[in-house]
């Protein structure tokens, strides 16, 4: 079983940066591959960034290629969204989830066993 609870959204204009937390218990942390996906209204919940459970693999969604960063720290068992140049097309529930099977990185959500309640992020024009 893992546990995941992130942190960190809120409300920013566009152009502004926000950090991201999500902080994992349970099963070891350095045993699955971690990834950020989001949700707007109405729509399906997308890709956003995954890491390999070392940290050495990563792999991001076009749309936020250049802007977003992922990482991860698994002394502290938390993976990060490092977010600049937010857009309002970036406003969404972002969830971080955990993918158990550590063979290949994947930016699909049905290849993620657990996932966190989410937290909200709002971007201003």
């Known amino acids: 079983q893992v546990q995941l609870v992130e942190s960190g959204g809120g409300l920013v204009q566009a152009g502004g940066s926000l950090r991201l937390s999500c902080a994992a218990s349970g099963r070891t942390f350095s045993s699955y591959n971690m990834g950020w996906f989001r949700q707007a209204p109405g729509k399906e919940r997308q890709f956003v960034a995954t890491?390999?459970?070392?940290?050495?693999?990563?792999y991001y969604a076009d749309s936020v290629k250049g802007r977003f960063t992922i990482s991860r720290d698994n002394a502290k068992n938390t993976v990060y969204l490092q977010m600049n140049s937010l857009k309002p097309e970036d406003t969404a529930v972002y969830y971080c989830?955990?993918?158990?099977?550590?063979?290949?990185?994947?930016?699909?959500?049905?290849?993620?066993?657990?996932w966190g309640q989410g937290t909200q992020v709002t971007v201003s024009s």
């Open positions: 890491i390999s459970w070392r940290g050495v693999n990563t």
């Open positions: 989830a955990a993918n158990l099977d550590t063979s290949w990185v994947s930016n699909q959500p049905g290849a993620y066993d657990y």
